[in-house]
């Protein structure tokens, strides 16, 4: 049985503008920068806004402006703050001056791996990997390939969030009960600690790319 869902009448409001630039922006994304690192090393070492606002003389107004990006501190204040958490000062620019990586791969270039639990003639190819970084967010794009060979049934079963994005032939494609009719240009978002995988191989060779995304300590 094919069950094709419908997508949701109400569209849920994206949290992040995609098309938002920082260009031109620098003072305000080094504010919330700092504002990020001064949260986490209080609450690293569990002292609440209060406390922290008696052991600086800073007013908790202030320190909640700070921590929310909202305010430029001064060097005085940042070295207040550094004081009084036991932390260098440099220490608040740390995710301001970490490097943001790219990955380009060119056609054809990707590296062929063998995933767990992966089946006859499944080729996965990995289209980039960065590995650690500030958003705590680990992505693995792949593009699958599967051809008249290629075994059919479910077998993945991981932690994560999965996106499927159909681009070549047919697949019913079982998420848990459900079993959904992919074809070209057909996208399937889902949580992967769910059984998933083709279940019958319609039209071939089949192609999608399959991004997952996991957090870093996972």
Do not use: C, W
Not at 51 to 72: D, F, P, V, Y
Request: proline share 6%.
């Amino acid at each position: 049985m094919n069950i094709k869902e419908e997508l949701p009448t109400v569209v849920p409001k994206l949290t992040q503008d995609p098309h938002r630039t920082r260009e031109g922006d620098r003072e305000k994304v080094l504010e919330v920068a700092i504002g990020r690192e001064v949260r986490a090393f209080r609450r690293q070492q569990e002292i609440t806004v209060a406390e922290l606002a008696g052991l600086t003389g800073l007013s908790i107004g202030m320190l909640s402006k700070i921590e929310n990006g909202n305010t430029s501190p001064s060097l005085t204040t940042l070295q207040t703050l550094a004081n009084a958490l036991s932390v260098p000062l440099t220490s608040f620019f740390r995710r301001f001056e970490e490097k943001r990586q790219a990955v380009h791969t060119k056609s054809g270039e990707g590296v062929e791996t063998a995933r767990e639990g992966t089946r006859a003639n499944h080729q996965y190819r990995l289209l980039g990997h960065i590995g650690s970084n500030a958003s705590g967010v680990i992505v693995e794009p792949y593009l699958i390939t599967l051809d008249a060979e290629s075994d059919i049934f479910p077998t993945f079963q991981h932690g994560g969030i999965e996106t499927i994005y159909m681009l070549e032939g047919e697949v019913d494609y079982r998420h848990g009960d459900h079993v959904h009719a992919l074809e070209p240009g057909d996208t399937l978002f889902f949580d992967a600690d769910a059984p998933h995988g083709p279940e019958k191989l319609k039209t071939l060779p089949a192609k999608y790319i399959s991004i997952i995304s996991y957090p870093q300590n996972a």
